[in-house]
């Protein structure tokens, strides 16, 4: 059985000269689905310094980030970041083994949402005292 196809429809920019063409934001539930279509391909997932950093620190992965993108509820987004990102942020919040995590990513709005779409790590935090995941 396949799945579901999900269309999306791209609106232009006010500039035509524009070198970007920014997508309109998705609502953050199909954000959902477009950046877990990411892990399963053909998209692409970048994480960005300061999300390899914090993942460190605070201990976490990219299966932590994946969970609560999937099953998490939406805390806010979108929120567009404009040059030079030109993306949308979304923040997804979930419990894992009993701990609230909290995840910010970016759908590149430049990029093609069915094609191939760019999700954007930015960062995660534990709902702990020092933001951290006891170790």
């Known amino acids: 059985m396949s799945e579901p196809m999900n269309e999306f429809h791209y609106i232009g920019p006010v500039n035509q000269e524009a070198k970007t063409k920014p997508q309109a934001p998705l609502s953050a ?10 892990w399963r391909g053909p998209g692409r997932i970048h994480q960005v310094p300061h999300f390899r950093e914090r993942a460190k620190e605070r201990n976490f992965t990219t ?7 999937k099953y998490g509820k939406v805390v806010s987004g979108p929120t567009f970041c404009g040059e ?24 590149d709005a430049a990029q093609d949402y069915a094609a191939s779409p760019l999700v954007i ?13 006891n170790k």
Not at 29 to 38: H, P
Not at 86 to 107: Q, R, T
Not at 121 to 133: K, M, Q, S, Y
């Open 84 to 107: 030079p990102h030109n993306n949308y942020k979304y923040y997804f919040m979930a419990e894992i083994d009993g701990i609230g995590f909290k995840v910010s990513f970016a759908l």
């Open 121 to 133: 790590l930015i960062t995660g935090v534990w709902n702990t005292a020092n933001g951290c995941r």
């Open 29 to 38: 539930e199909t954000a959902r689905v477009v950046a877990l279509s990411a």
């Open 63 to 69: 299966l932590d980030v994946e969970f609560a993108i």
